[in-house]
């Protein structure tokens, strides 16, 4: 079969069933799944990240997936290090003639290998960390609005994070024009999504399935095994108010309330991300999560072919 596309890509915001879709749509047209989630590639961080290892067989067949559990939990992964092994494994899918279906909710890792983005690995620079080492979170977010767009506040999560951002974008400024070869990629963008209230409710039966299937030992586990506090909280969402709830700083009730709100919070800005994707010129055709999933794959195909 003769196809338009080099890659597929499945996003939309969390809860939205992009896996299911990614998986069903390998199987019926010989691909692989690369992951496109900021959390998944670490081990034994999998209720909270909704990893769903599950949804990865179809009728009985392993769909093989990619860039899920390659480094350990405390490693701080990032878009640099995705891109590097996203090309990778591209590559590799695409020798062995099958279809490269990239999936996942993180923006900023979809943008930076269907886009291109030209980054390099920026060293750590021991001035600039002891400069700012007494500033307050509030000051070193001020300092960072001013030399960078906050399209989101992950960079400013905790002060060491805060710093690592300044420190990229100010190696960024002073450094000559870099040269990227990284290949031009002819990608289909499909999105899932459900309305406002659809979306709201799944979340919230998704997180309480989760907790209930040991995510609060999965975070005891972690912490056990020697992962710092600090890292959690960096990894966000469950993994953040989780922590407080096991070292007592948030009730249970307090960490729920809070979570569920989060993640909430989180669904819209990957909305929003997406959104603005749209905006600067790329294509998403959008699937209702409610249509059957038999529907949406011959939609997909139809694209694809």
Known sequence: MNQKYKLITILGPTACGKTAVAANLALEINGEIISADSRQVYRGMDIGTGKDIDEYIVNGKQIPYHLIDIVDAGHKYNVYEFQQDFIRVFNSISEKNKMPILCGGTGMYIDAVTKGYKLIKV????????????????ELSLILSKIKNMHNKSDIV???????????????????????NYPKIKCLFIGVKYDRDSRRKRI?????????????????????????????????????YLTLYLTKILSYNEMFTKLETAIHQFAKRQMTWFRRMERKGVKIYWLDGYTPMDEKIERIKHLVF
């Open 158 to 180: 905790t002060k060491k994070r805060a710093i690592r951002a300044i420190e990229i974008e100010e190696y960024y400024k002073n450094e000559p024009k870099i040269e990227n």
């Open 204 to 240: 919230s039966k998704r997180l309480k399935q989760r907790l209930d299937e040991g995510m609060i030992d999965e975070v005891q586990t972690l912490l056990n095994k020697g992962v710092n506090t600090e890292t959690l909280i960096y990894y966000g969402l469950e993994y953040k």
């Open 123 to 138: 060293p750590v620079n021991n001035e600039l960390r002891k400069q700012f080492e007494n500033k307050s979170l509030d």
